[in-house]
Nanobody, 121 residues
Framework: VQLQAYGGGLVQAGDSLRLSCGAS????????MGWSRRPPGEGREFIAA????????YYANGVEGRFTITRDTVQNMLTLQMNNLKPEDTATYFC???????????????WGHGTLVTVSS
């Protein structure tokens, strides 16, 4: 499975941004996909995940209600809509694929290259 994330950029606090992640290869419908991020100088943290088969979504505390994860199983595309961005959302964002437990736990077998999101105050 190959993953390609894009959509990062520089925005101001309160703005919105949408990240996308295209997936190619053998997409198993029992899998999940999700997003993690690595703030500057910190470790990677789970943000959101979605089951590929039944659309169940999972969010980390602090982003639920502001971020929305969706997937398109026809285009094999994952998106993360981020609203009301805050400076503390500044990070490199990574998409990941695997079973739901590995994606939520940050141990997914497949990862895309990161895309940088910078939120200015």
């Amino acid at each position: 499975v190959q993953l390609q994330a894009y959509g990062g950029g520089l925005v101001q606090a309160g703005d919105s941004l949408r990240l996308s992640c295209g997936a190619s290869g053998s997409i198993d419908r029992t899998f999940a996909m999700g997003w993690s991020r690595r703030p500057p100088g910190e470790g990677r943290e789970f943000i959101a995940a979605i089951s590929w088969s039944n659309d169940h979504a999972y969010y980390a505390n602090g982003v639920e209600g502001r971020f929305t994860i969706t997937r398109d199983t026809v285009q094999n595309m994952l998106t993360l809509q981020m609203n009301n961005l805050k400076p503390e959302d500044t990070a490199t964002y990574f998409c990941a694929a695997g079973d739901i437990y590995s994606v939520v736990g940050g141990r997914a077998p497949w990862w895309g290259h990161g895309t940088l999101v910078t939120v200015s105050s």
